[in-house]
């Protein structure tokens, strides 16, 4: 059966944006919440879907990384894109008369200078797609959606502010998942791999678990920490890594961090994407 591939949220979303980057002739439909497409994913109803993971100046997509915590639906590939937030209204609504803003709760992050100036009153949202949609659909003079130029485009909203975000090097990392084993190596294509890392609970545990990576000369990319569901103030480590993990330096790294951790889920392995 011919497949496709899922993202969240409405058409127009950045997710959407990615999925036409990672899959260009790929038959791209929304699924509605980031959960719904882990689900269609698992059912086999999506041949892999694409979620954010990362933006550089918010951090990471918890959603995601929930998703993603068993290893059974692995990160075949990734996407990095420039965010460019603007501030948008239906036709004819002043800037000055807004009081409500709408968007996913991580492009609210992105743009808290902005929006802190203002004075507004925050509303979280599916993805900056659906803030598009809803606002448009409120016919309300006095709310506003964060989205891109596209989305803003495509639910008839007019840019009031161009690129709103803290910074303008704004950019968001996106992962492809499907079901099934880790996406085998490509001889002369550099990959990276993504791991969950849960230590002992004693002194140094941490050092201990990550120090087979400097003495097996495997470059440690990024290392996050995140609360432990079901056990207060401990926390788990999300890790990227140079590298397959199947390439034999790799595996044997891998192995030593094995052995000196409660808990070590490799979480898929892909080829690096640009930064």
Known sequence: ????????????????????????????????????????????????????????????????????????????????????????????????????????????????????????????????????????????????????????QRYGLDVLVHDISDETENFTRFVAISRGPVRPPVPGVPFRTALRLVTRHEPGALHSAIEPFRYHGVNMVSLHSRPLPGEAWRYQFLVDIDGHCEDAIVHRALEDVRSRAALLVVLGSYPAAER
């Open 1 to 152: 059966m011919y497949k496709r591939q899922a993202y969240p949220g409405a058409a127009g979303s950045y997710s959407a944006e990615a999925s036409a980057v990672l899959y260009p002739d790929g038959d791209l439909y929304s699924a509605g919440s980031f959960e719904d497409v882990a689900r269609d994913v698992r059912a086999g109803d999506a041949a892999a879907g694409v979620l954010p993971i990362e933006n550089s100046l918010a951090g990471l997509v918890p959603d995601t990384c929930d998703i993603l915590a068993d290893g059974t639906l692995p990160i075949g590939a990734e996407a990095v894109l420039h965010i460019p937030n603007c501030l948008a209204a239906p036709p004819g609504v002043a800037r000055d008369a807004i009081t409500h803003v709408h968007s996913h709760p991580m492009a609210l992050l992105q743009c808290r200078r902005f929006l802190a100036a203002g004075g507004y009153e925050l509303i979280g949202a599916q993805t900056t797609a659906d803030a598009a949609r809803l606002v448009a659909d409120a016919h309300d003079g006095h709310r506003a959606a964060i989205v891109s130029p596209g989305a803003a």
